[in-house]
C-alpha cells in the first residue's frame, strides 16, 4: 500500500448515508493483488466515530427493537435470497484479492449461506418475542408466590465488529447475522486491503431496502479510535492478528469501561494422523487431501488453516512426499481470471513480505524447506501465459520439516500463507503434548479409523482447541472441511486462538445479549417473559369442581386472535379400571408385569400393585381435553419434557389440566405453535404426569367459522 490519490474512493455507509471524507487528497491506495495496480483508496479521516456508534445506539437500536427475533431472523432470509442472485457481481470484484472462484464462493456464497442458516435457526430455535428464557423457573419460598428464572435481553449498544483481511464478506456477515437476529446494530469495520470487497457487499445490503436503518454501518479506512468512543453498552468483536488483539483487549475502556470484547486471532492449528492410518489407507488419502486444500485454499490465508501435521515419526516422509506429490499435481498458481488457476495471490504484497519473513525465521530457528521454493513462482497471467512476475502477490505452497519436534518456532510462528510443517511424534501422548504445544488453538483434525486412538486424541486435545474435526473413511467425502467454521457450530478458541467464541448456533445470538437474572411471583414472570409460569393467574374452562369459570370458552375453541397464555381448560376425573388396563396391554402388547401380574408389580419397589400404563393415562389425557369438532387447532406435533411421577393403580381417577403456556405465531404462516403445560392429576390431587403438548393453532379462526 502506497499513498495516492489516484484510485477511486471506497466509501463508508454511515447514519444511513454513504460518506467520504471532504479532502479528497490522502488515505491509503490499495492494490490488485494480482497484478499489483491501484484498485482504491480507503480513507476515514474526519469521521465522527462517536456520531456513529450513537446513531447506532439510537436510531439502530429503536428500529430494530420494533421487530420480534422471528421477524429480524426472516429479514436474514430474504436478504440472503436478494444476495444469492447477485453474487456474480461480488465475484468479479473479488478475484482482485487474488481469490480464485471457489475462495471467492467460501467467502461470499459461505457469508450468505450463514444469513441462511441464522434465519431459520432463529425461527425454529428462538420465541417470537424480544426476550428469551434461559433455563427452567427456580422456587423460591415454600408457596409458590416467590420465584426466580433468567433472561436474555439484547445489549443496549452497538456491535462493532473488526474484521481481517482474508474474508471480507464471511467475515462481516458470520457477525452481523447473530447481531442482527438479537436486534442490535453492527458497525463494520472490514480490514484495509479487502475492504472494497465488503463495501460491494455493504451496498448490495443497503439497496435490498430489507434491513432497517441503522442495523448496518460501514467504516471504510481505518477505525483506530473507535474502542474510544465505546462503552459498557456495546461489544467489540474482533478477527485478525494475536497483537492487534492484544492491544485492543488492553484498552481502557475494554478494562474498565466494560466493553464487552471478543477475539478470534491466528493459531497454530493441528492434524494429528493416526498411528493406524499408514499409506495406501483410505486415511492417509484423506489426510493428504486435507492438509493440501488447508495450504492451497485462500492461498493457505486463513485463520483455520493446518499449520502443524503431526504425524507418526516413521511416516514423516511419506506424508510429505505425498502432499507434494499432489501439490504438484493439482496447483496451478496464477491470476484467478486465468482459465484452470487453482491458487491465486496473497491478498496483498505486504502480506507476502510478511509470510516470506516468517518462513525464513522458521528456517533460521531450525526448519528446513522439504517441498517449494522461497523463489518468485512461475504463474499463469491473465492471458494465460506462464512466467515469474514482479508485481502480483504469488507464492510457492511449502512444506517444512524440523529435526527438532519441540522446536518453538513450529508452534509459534504462523506464516500465513500456503505454508505447513510436518512433525513426527512417537506415541499418542507426545500427540496430544505436540498438539497443546500451540498454546490454544481454533481446529484440529484427529484422522484415524480406530475408535479409542480417535477417543484418546479427541478427549487429550479439546479442552486446547474451539473445534475437533475427526476424520475418517466415513466422512472422507461427506465432511465439511478441517478449515471450515460452520454456523451450527462455534468458531474460536482458547490462548493463542484468542479466547473468544463465535457461531455455535443460537449462542451466538445470545452473545450479543445480557443474561439477567429475574425474581417474582409467576404472574409478573409471566407478564415479562410471555410465558404462562406455573402458580400464575388462568382462566379455566371445563369442570367447576377445578376452578372452572362459567361460560369459559374451551382454549381448543380459540384462535391465535383470540387465545390468551393462561387459557386453561380442566377435564372432569375419570376412573382407571382393571379391565381398561388389560384390554390395553393386550391390544398394544405392553404386557410388562406391572400392568399385568399382580403378585410381581406388588414386589416392584415403585408401584402398590397392578398400574395404569404411563401412555394409556397420556392417550386417555387426549380424549379428556380433546374438542373433536373441527376448530382452529390443526394438528398436535408432539410431547416435550414428559414425565410419570405417582402410578395409577386401577381404582384410582385422573384428570388432566391443560393450559396455554406459550404462543409462537409463525411469521411465514397463518398459523403458530402453541405449547400447552399439561399435568395429569389423580382424585387427591397428586401429580400423575407433567408434559407440553404441541399443537399448530390458527391465527384467525377458518374452519371452525364454517
Ligand atoms: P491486523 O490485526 O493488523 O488487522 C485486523 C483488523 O484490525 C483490520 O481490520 C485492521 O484494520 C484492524 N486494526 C488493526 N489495528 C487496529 C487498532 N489499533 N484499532 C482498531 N483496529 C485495528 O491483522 P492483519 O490483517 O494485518 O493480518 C496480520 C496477521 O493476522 C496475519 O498475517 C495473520 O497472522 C493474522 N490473521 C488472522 C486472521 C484470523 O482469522 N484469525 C485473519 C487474518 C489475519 P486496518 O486494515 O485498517 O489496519
Keep these: 500500500m502506497t499513498t495516492t490519490p489516484m484510485a477511486p474512493l471506497v466509501p463508508s455507509f454511515v447514519q ?38 450513537e446513531y447506532g445506539r439510537t436510531v ?34 473479488s478475484y482482485r484479492t ?33 426476550v428469551i428464557l434461559d433455563g427452567p423457573m427456580e422456587v423460591l419460598s415454600r408457596d409458590g408466590s416467590f420465584a426466580g428464572e433468567h433472561i436474555y435481553t439484547r445489549i443496549p449498544g452497538v456491535a462493532a465488529q473488526i474484521n481481517a483481511f482474508n474474508f471480507p464478506v464471511w467475515g462481516m456477515l458470520e457477525k452481523f447475522a447473530p447481531a442482527f437476529i438479537a436486534g442490535v446494530p453492527t458497525i463494520a469495520k472490514p480490514a484495509t486491503p479487502t475492504g472494497y470487497v465488503a463495501e460491494a457487499m ?11 436503518a441503522g442495523s448496518i454501518q460501514l467504516i471504510s479506512g481505518s477505525a483506530r479510535t473507535l474502542l474510544d468512543v465505546l462503552d459498557y453498552r456495546d461489544m467489540l468483536s474482533f478477527t485478525g492478528s494475536a497483537s492487534t488483539a492484544s492491544a485492543l483487549k488492553s484498552h481502557k475502556n475494554v478494562i474498565d469501561g466494560g466493553v464487552r470484547f471478543t477475539a478470534e486471532t491466528d493459531s497454530l492449528n493441528a492434524a494429528i494422523l493416526g498411528p493406524d492410518a499408514v499409506t495406501g489407507t483410505p486415511e492417509f488419502e484423506a489426510f493428504v487431501k486435507a492438509v493440501t486444500t488447508e495450504m492451497t485454499s485462500k492461498a493457505g490465508q486463513k485463520c483455520t488453516a493446518i499449520r ?28 484467478p481470471r486465468a482459465e484452470g488457476v487453482t491458487m491465486g495471490a496473497l491478498a496483498s504484497l505486504e502480506q507476502l513480505r510478511d509470510v516470506r519473513g516468517a518462513v525464513e525465521e522458521m528456517i533460521a530457528a531450525g526448519g528446513e ?15 494465460g501465459e506462464e512466467k515469474t512476475v514482479d508485481a502480483g502477490a504469488f507464492m510457492s505452497p511449502l512444506i517444512l520439516t524440523w529435526d527438532d519436534v519441540e522446536n518453538q518456532a513450529v508452534h509459534s510462528r504462523e506464516a500465513f500463507g500456503p505454508v505447513s510443517s510436518v512433525i513426527g511424534y512417537t506415541d499418542l501422548d507426545d500427540a496430544i503434548h505436540l498438539a497443546a504445544m500451540g498454546a490454544g488453538s481454533l481446529v484440529a483434525t484427529v484422522c484415524t479409523n480406530d475408535a479409542d486412538t480417535a477417543r484418546i486424541l479427541t478427549t487429550g486435545i479439546a479442552s486446547h482447541h474451539g473445534r475437533v474435526h475427526m476424520l475418517n473413511r466415513e466422512t472422507a467425502r461427506s465432511s465439511t472441511g478441517h478449515g471450515s467454521p460452520v454456523p451450527h457450530l462455534v468458531h474460536g478458541g482458547p490462548g493463542r486462538a484468542g479466547g473468544g467464541e463465535e457461531l455455535g448456533g443460537i449462542r451466538s445470538v445470545k452473545h450479543h445479549m445480557q443474561r439477567t437474572a429475574i425474581q417474582g ?4 414472570l409471566t407478564a415479562v417473559t410471555g410465558v404462562w409460569h406455573t402458580g400464575a393467574d388462568r382462566v379455566i374452562a371445563g369442570d367447576p369442581e377445578f376452578g372452572a369459570v362459567a361460560g369459559a370458552i374451551h ?48 414386589a416392584n419397589p415403585f408401584f402398590p400393585g397392578i398400574v395404569a400404563h404411563g401412555y394409556l393415562l397420556v392417550s386417555w389425557a387426549a380424549g379428556l381435553f380433546v374438542q373433536p369438532a373441527p376448530g382452529p387447532v390443526l394438528a398436535n406435533y408432539g410431547l416435550e419434557n414428559l414425565r410419570f411421577i405417582t402410578p395409577v393403580p386401577d381404582g384410582d381417577s385422573i384428570r388432566v389440566t391443560l393450559t396455554a403456556k406459550k404462543i409462537t405465531p409463525r411469521v411465514t404462516d397463518e398459523y403458530g405453535e402453541v405449547a400447552w403445560d399439561a399435568v395429569i392429576n389423580n382424585q387427591d390431587g397428586e401429580i400423575v404426569a407433567t408434559y407440553d403438548v404441541l399443537t399448530l393453532v390458527e391465527k384467525e379462526d377458518t374452519t371452525y367459522a364454517n
Design 16 to 53: 444511513n448515508s454513504w460518506w467520504t471524507p471532504s479532502d479528497p487528497d490522502g488515505g491509503t491506495s490499495v492494490l490488485d493483488a494480482n497484478t499489483g495496480e491501484p484498485l482504491a483508496t480507503v480513507n476515514s479521516d474526519g469521521l465522527d466515530l462517536a456520531a456513529v456508534v
Design 60 to 93: 439502530g437500536q429503536r428500529e430494530l427493537g420494533k421487530l420480534s427475533l422471528h421477524e429480524r431472523a426472516l429479514k436474514l432470509k430474504e436478504l440472503a435470497q436478494f444476495l444469492n442472485e447477485r453474487r456474480e457481481e461480488l465475484y468479479e470484484i
Design 98 to 130: 487474488g481469490a480464485t472462484k471457489i475462495d471467492s464462493m467460501v467467502d461470499i456464497d459461505g457469508g450468505i449461506g450463514v444469513l441462511f442458516t441464522f434465519s431459520s435457526k432463529g425461527r425454529r430455535e428462538l420465541p417470537n418475542s424480544n
Design 202 to 212: 455493504v451496498r448490495l445490503m443497503v439497496e435490498s431496502g430489507i434491513l432497517p
Design 308 to 335: 502443524r501435521n503431526i504425524v507418526p515419526a516413521a511416516l514423516v516422509d511419506d506424508v510429505v512426499k505425498a502432499v507434494g506429490e499432489r501439490l504438484d499435481a493439482r496447483v496451478v498458481i496464477g491470476d
Design 369 to 383: 524447506i522439504a517441498y517449494g521454493t522461497l523463489d518468485a513462482p512461475v504463474v499463469r497471467t491473465m492471458g
Design 521 to 524: 411471583s409467576p404472574n409478573m
Design 555 to 602: 382454549p381448543f375453541r380459540k384462535s391465535l386472535a383470540e387465545l390468551k397464555i393462561g387459557d386453561a381448560y380442566a377435564s372432569p376425573l375419570r376412573k382407571v379400571s382393571l379391565e381398561e388396563i388389560t384390554a390395553f396391554a393386550n391390544e398394544t402388547g405392553d404386557t410388562f408385569y406391572a400392568h399385568t401380574d399382580r403378585a410381581a408389580a406388588e
